[in-house]
């Protein structure tokens, strides 16, 4: 009985991993995707709930900036799109959908702010790939992750999760997305929680 | 002979199992080549009626890329998110223009768009964004993208049909277009079509 349940475990894995092999896959990037396979969807206990107050942060960001949560506070409703790393399939295959859809966030006058744990040169090299994109990205670097633990999307391998945080003019968390790390998560549902912050 | 029982039961719930990962939602499929036919794939008849008409399609609920009514169907596997396939899109547009402008092309050459693992709404961003006037299909299950071996975005297919129905691919290649009047020469001369579209 082990053995059989030992050998559908073995096809459904095998299974799984067709399912989500099939990320990262533009051209743009040539082969200098590193596939990590298939993972667990989620490695890090949550530390904040829509409601809460977001915390703040200051980090580097790609221009050469610092940028803060606090700087958009009355201004901004923000999208805080946490990926796990650079050069990994589905996130490489995430923020350049974002990248042509401005319009759509300028319209519920909200920014994204890109976040990662990668140090800024790999973020340069990487994000240069993608085109120029619109929103800043910042490097949760040093100290290792600090922005993302805050947050509670640090995983256990020093890399966040897939999350997506929505943040409104007056610094409450609106929405929390922590994503299965191996799932790209729906640009529409997104712009559904974009278009709940008018009301 | 209870034990007999039990040991196939055992090997028919695998097989059920491997059988269900094969099914063609499921099924990683290679690269078409040259000389090959499409591997089977199946797309939804578009709601939209000027797209139905350029297809030569009746009211219906799905239909294969062979049954489109043309003489080379030039077909893209793109993604919103794949930021080559996003510079890619003049060029393809500028192609569509060029077969539609010419009497003796028109109706005879065709394109579409298959968007990898794109929902609907995200194949009518890139549609929006870009332009784009030929039909564009979600593959949001990443189902035909499976069928043709998960290739890197863009990657163009085309086909040649024949008045009976059958058909063989004449190219199938990753990256862009990037110049369509070469491209067009290029499917021209595989097609045996000559500029007038005869042949």
Same mark, same amino acid.
């Given at each position: 009985?082990?053995?059989?349940?030992? /050998?559908?475990?073995?096809?459904?894995?095998?299974?799984?991993?067709?399912?989500?092999?099939?990320?990262?896959?533009?051209?743009?990037?040539?082969?200098?995707?590193?596939?990590?396979?298939?993972?667990?969807?989620?490695?890090?206990?949550?530390?904040?709930?829509?409601?809460?107050?977001?915390?703040?942060?200051?980090?580097?960001?790609?221009?050469?900036?610092?940028?803060?949560?606090?700087?958009?506070?009355?201004k901004k409703n923000v999208v805080i799109s946490f990926v796990p790393a650079a050069w990994t399939p589905v996130c490489s295959d995430q923020w350049p959908g974002y990248n042509i859809v401005r319009d759509i966030f300028d319209a519920h006058e909200t920014i994204i702010l890109g976040i990662t744990v990668d140090n800024i040169p790999s973020l340069y090299a990487w994000t240069n790939q993608m085109g120029k994109l619109w929103f800043h990205v910042l490097?949760?670097?040093?100290?290792?992750?600090?922005?993302?633990?805050?947050?509670?999307?640090?995983?256990?391998?020093?890399?966040?999760?897939?999350?997506?945080?929505?943040?409104?003019?007056?610094?409450?968390?609106?929405?929390? !997305?922590?994503? !299965?790390?191996?799932?790209?998560?729906?640009?529409?549902?997104?712009?559904?929680?974009?278009?709940?912050?008018?009301? | 002979?209870?034990?007999?029982?039990?040991?196939?039961?055992?090997?028919?719930?695998?097989?059920?199992?491997?059988?269900?990962?094969?099914?063609?939602?499921?099924?990683?499929?290679?690269?078409?080549?040259?000389?090959?036919? /499409?591997?089977?794939?199946?797309?939804?008849?578009?709601?939209?009626?000027?797209?139905?008409?350029?297809?030569?399609?009746?009211?219906?609920?799905?239909?294969?890329?062979?049954?489109?009514?043309?003489?080379?169907?030039?077909?893209?596997?793109?993604?919103?998110?794949?930021?080559?396939?996003?510079?890619?899109?003049?060029?393809?547009?500028?192609?569509?223009?060029?077969?539609?402008?010419?009497?003796?092309?028109?109706?005879?050459?065709?394109?579409?768009?298959?968007?990898?693992?794109?929902?609907?709404?995200?194949? !009518?961003?890139?549609?929006?964004?870009?332009?784009?006037?030929?039909?564009?299909?979600?593959?949001?299950?990443?189902?035909?993208?499976?069928?043709?071996?998960?290739?890197?975005?863009?990657?163009?297919?085309?086909?040649?049909?024949?008045? !009976?129905?059958?058909?063989?691919?004449?190219?199938?290649?990753?990256?862009?277009?990037?110049?369509?009047?070469?491209?067009?020469? /290029?499917?021209?001369?595989?097609?045996?079509?000559?500029?007038?579209?005869?042949?």
């Amino acid at each position: 009985m082990k053995r059989l349940i030992f /050998l559908i475990l073995l096809v459904l894995i095998t299974g799984y991993g067709f399912v989500t092999t099939a990320f990262g896959r533009s051209e743009a990037f040539k082969g200098n995707i590193y596939n990590p396979g298939v993972l667990k969807p989620r490695d890090s206990a949550p530390k904040l709930k829509v409601g809460h107050k977001a915390p703040d942060f200051s980090l580097p960001a790609l221009n050469g900036e610092r940028v803060s949560l606090q700087q958009y506070s009355g201004k901004k409703n923000v999208v805080i799109s946490f990926v796990p790393a650079a050069w990994t399939p589905v996130c490489s295959d995430q923020w350049p959908g974002y990248n042509i859809v401005r319009d759509i966030f300028d319209a519920h006058e909200t920014i994204i702010l890109g976040i990662t744990v990668d140090n800024i040169p790999s973020l340069y090299a990487w994000t240069n790939q993608m085109g120029k994109l619109w929103f800043h990205v910042l490097s949760d670097f040093w100290p290792h992750g600090a922005v993302a633990d805050k947050f509670g999307v640090l995983r256990s391998d020093g890399t966040s999760e897939r999350a997506l945080f929505v943040i409104d003019k007056k610094g409450i968390i609106r929405y929390i !997305d922590v994503h !299965d790390i191996n799932k790209r998560p729906s640009l529409e549902v997104l712009v559904k929680e974009l278009k709940k912050l008018q009301k | 002979m209870t034990m007999i029982l039990k040991i196939n039961l055992h090997l028919w719930i695998v097989i059920c199992c491997i059988v269900l990962m094969h099914q063609p939602a499921m099924a990683k499929g290679n690269p078409p080549e040259k000389g090959e036919v /499409l591997p089977d794939a199946t797309l939804a008849v578009p709601d939209n009626p000027v797209h139905r008409d350029y297809l030569g399609l009746s009211k219906g609920n799905t239909f294969k890329i062979p049954q489109i009514k043309a003489t080379v169907v030039i077909i893209e596997i793109f993604s919103m998110y794949c930021p080559h396939c996003q510079r890619e899109a003049p060029n393809v547009n500028s192609l569509f223009n060029m077969i539609e402008s010419n009497s003796g092309l028109m109706g005879k050459i065709k394109i579409i768009g298959i968007g990898a693992g794109n929902s609907s709404f995200e194949v !009518d961003i890139f549609r929006k964004k870009y332009n784009v006037l030929f039909p564009l299909f979600p593959d949001n299950d990443f189902a035909v993208h499976k069928r043709v071996g998960e290739v890197r975005t863009p990657y163009f297919i085309a086909l040649k049909i024949n008045r !009976d129905g059958s058909h063989k691919v004449i190219y199938s290649k990753l990256g862009g277009i990037e110049k369509a009047d070469q491209f067009l020469d /290029l499917m021209l001369k595989l097609s045996e079509l000559d500029k007038g579209g005869g042949r």
